[in-house]
Nanobody, 114 residues
Framework: QVQLVESGGGLVQPGGSLRLSCAAS????????MEWYRQSPGKERELVAR???????NYADSVKGRFTISRDIPKNTAYLQMNSLKPEDTAVYYC????????WGQGTQVTVSS
């Protein structure tokens, strides 16, 4: 059974940084694409960043240059380093993978506010 568990969210001031973690179990981590999504109230869930099985990365235009996705294969963990945070980055952040089906974590709240 695939399980994804996010951590690292919290309250941060504008301009600050946070690092989110997504610990995966039940999959051979290096074989799959891992993605981070976010959803804020009244908005659709949107793709923030992706890292493929070969380590290629993609980002939403809104976070390019500020967010970095990475992974630690031995730890089966993906990360999202978020710098220069803005109030509009406030959302619940989810990690996601596909392994014969859709697997989502439970989400972690990120609030950017002074």
């Amino acid at each position: 059974q695939v399980q994804l568990v996010e951590s690292g969210g919290g309250l941060v001031q504008p301009g600050g940084s946070l690092r989110l973690s997504c610990a995966a179990s039940g999959i051979i981590f290096s074989r799959y694409t891992m993605e981070w999504y976010r959803q804020s109230p009244g908005k659709e869930r949107e793709l923030v960043a992706r890292i493929t099985s070969i380590g290629s990365t993609n980002y939403a235009d809104s976070v390019k240059g500020r967010f970095t996705i990475s992974r630690d294969i031995p730890k089966n963990t993906a990360y999202l380093q978020m710098n220069s945070l803005k109030p509009e980055d406030t959302a619940v952040y989810y990690c996601y993978t596909w392994n014969g089906g859709d697997y989502w974590g439970q989400g972690t709240q990120v609030t950017v506010s002074s």
